[in-house]
């Protein structure tokens, strides 16, 4: 699953558009006790899990945990969205097209 995420911290700074990768969300079910697989979806919580990541990987200067990062920027504005191509199979010619 890959995510494009808009980020605003309500800075000034405007959206920032960032994607989600295997590493990201490893880290999520990792440190929230979560799997992609439990049919639960996704909540707000883990928006702001997967954007503090991706800051802190980017080299954003951001506390140890989400929930401080959170703290730091309430009015944080998170939006996913799916790029995930829904028929990721092309129709080609054959021989016989």
Known sequence: MKLKLRINLQD????????????????WERTESRKLSDGRGVGVSDLACWAHALCKIAGDPVP??????????????????????????????????
């Not at 700074?13 to 880290?27: C, H, K, V, W």
């Open 12 to 27: 000034g700074q405007g959206d920032r558009f960032m994607y989600t990768n295997l590493f990201i969300l490893a880290e």
């Open 64 to 97: 140890t945990t989400w929930q401080d990062w959170l703290k730091q920027h309430p009015d944080v504005d998170i939006e996913a969205i799916d790029e995930t191509n829904p028929n990721p199979t092309d129709r080609a010619t054959s021989a016989t097209s």
